[in-house]
């Protein structure tokens, strides 16, 4: 069973580009979450989704940033005109049915 | 609302030290609490998970123990070794009805020197 995937591992984008970040959770795992670690700080909650919805999105800057979790394909979390202050690693987590979440190994986004 | 520390914020101990790590958290309603390995640049690894009802896991030279009432766990780490070098998180997850997210301290960097 692997584990979750997420890809690009490292994005590098130049200021006003948009970045598109995928996750493919574990198998059977229907609960999705992205965290975002921005440099020397901890990792904070962005958005939690189930497949087609948006389950809490508190976490979420309320401009440039959406995220999806479509019937088909993994989840896409998706920041237009980017910033340098978005450059992060951003992390995507799954669980199933809300409950232990295991974390893929990242996307680092550098925005030049 | 949720927030969680940890102290100290680095640690640094020779080779064959025990060692605790502390994490506090503000809320004592939580679901879990969950310590995490985090290699540079590398992603996630779960080291332990402690239910709300349980006070201590153990896996190997770890062990985590968990107070809520008190809002603390810590995390022994018994005769360390330079493999053991890396970021410690830790994080609770809020109830259900607030969302089911995790909120992590913002880490303890450990050098274990040999």
């Known amino acids: 069973n692997a584990g979750v995937m997420q890809n690009p591992r490292h994005l590098v984008r130049r200021r006003g580009q948009e970045a598109r970040l995928r996750c493919s959770p574990m198998?059977?795992?229907?609960?999705v979450y992205w965290y975002r670690q921005l440099p020397e700080e901890g990792l904070k909650f962005m958005v939690y989704?189930?497949?087609?919805?948006?389950?809490?999105e508190s976490g979420m800057p309320k401009e440039r940033f959406s995220a999806e979790f479509p019937k088909e394909g993994p989840s896409i979390l998706r920041i237009q005109q980017v910033v340098r202050g978005d450059s992060a690693a951003y992390f995507c987590?799954?669980?199933?049915?809300?409950?232990?979440?295991?974390f893929g190994p990242g996307t680092r986004l550098t925005v030049t | 609302k949720q927030e969680v520390t940890q102290i100290p914020a680095a640690l640094s101990v020779p080779e064959g030290e025990n060692l605790v790590l502390n994490c506090s958290f503000t809320?004592?309603?939580?679901?879990?609490l969950q310590w995490f390995r985090q290699d540079p640049g590398k992603g996630l690894t779960s080291l332990l998970l402690?239910?709300?009802?349980?006070r201590e896991q153990t896996s190997g030279r770890l062990n985590a123990s968990l107070d809520k009432s008190s809002g603390r766990s810590t995390l022994y780490i018994a005769a360390s070794q330079p493999g053991d070098s890396a970021t410690y998180l830790c994080?609770?997850?809020?109830?259900?009805?607030?969302?089911?997210?995790?909120?992590f301290g913002a880490g303890t960097i450990l050098r274990v020197k040999s």
């Open positions: 987590a799954s669980s199933p049915i809300a409950l232990e979440q295991y």
């Open positions: 198998k059977g795992h229907s609960h």
């Open positions: 989704l189930q497949k087609e919805n948006i389950i809490d």
């Open positions: 809320d004592s309603a939580i679901y879990n």
């Open positions: 402690i239910q709300s009802s349980q």
């Open positions: 994080a609770v997850k809020v109830p259900r009805e607030y969302g089911n997210k995790l909120v």
